[in-house]
């Protein structure tokens, strides 16, 4: 091989070793005043040259069924070679979307499915867990209703609720930074206000892993990629 040749291996060889030390970053942003719902989550990987973001401007709560407003943009390594076609391609127009409760017994039941067509996928998804970093865990809210010790109860309760959720997530995972809770009863009158922003990064070396991982479990339990792609790829 010439001096060229072991250049340009050298080249990727590095490239690829940054790659796999770099991150798969995620932002949730969530916020709620009163009956106004708003959710934000963006992805990044690869230094920024590839992005993902899903807005949701709008939540609504109809009987036991939720409405949604969306919006989700996908940015890649390869640009379109128009200004329309790149808009076109990679961000999606507002769109609707109803969850109604047999989705959500739906969506349950293909984890199910998924869960069974992969050897010991529980203790997967742990190893994986472990190995994401909690960046940012910031959770404010408000409370209130007309009486005053009503209010106290909500607000002792919502403070149980987040300790033990905050709790749950810092025992599987890896949490760099010190979580911010706050609660602030509201006696004035009756409100709901609560804000959520939660980032967290995993490497992107510990991800292909991860993938690997998953992939060598499924082959282990018969029928399981059959059982995972029915689940994936059927439409």
Request: hydrophobic share 45%; with cysteine; proline share 3%.
């Amino acid at each position: 091989m010439n001096t060229i040749g072991w250049m340009i291996a050298g080249s990727l060889f590095f490239a690829v070793l940054a790659a796999a030390f770099s991150y798969i970053k995620a932002e949730c942003f969530f916020y709620k005043k009163d009956q106004n719902d708003e959710l934000t989550v963006r992805v990044r990987a690869l230094f920024g040259l590839v992005k993902y973001e899903l807005h949701i401007p709008e939540i609504h709560y109809t009987g036991l069924a939720v409405k949604l407003r969306k919006h989700k943009s996908f940015q890649g390594f390869v640009k379109p070679a128009s200004k329309q076609a790149e808009s076109s391609a990679a961000a999606d127009p507002m769109s609707n979307e109803e969850i109604a409760p047999h989705d959500v017994l739906h969506y349950w039941d293909q984890i199910q499915r998924m869960i069974r067509a992969a050897r010991n996928l529980k203790s997967w998804s742990r190893l994986v867990l472990k190995r994401i970093e909690i960046m940012s865990w910031n959770w404010q809210t408000s409370a209130g209703v007309q009486d005053a010790m009503q209010t106290a109860v909500i607000s002792g309760s919502i403070w149980t609720i987040k300790t033990v959720i905050t709790g749950a997530v810092s025992s599987s995972t890896l949490f760099t930074c010190k979580p911010r809770l706050d609660v602030q009863p509201n006696f004035s009158h009756p409100s709901f206000t609560t804000s959520f922003e939660c980032i967290a990064q995993i490497r992107l070396g510990n991800a292909i892993v991860a993938g690997i991982e998953l992939l060598i479990r499924i082959l282990k339990t018969k029928g399981g990629i059959k059982a995972w792609q029915n689940i994936l790829f059927k439409a």
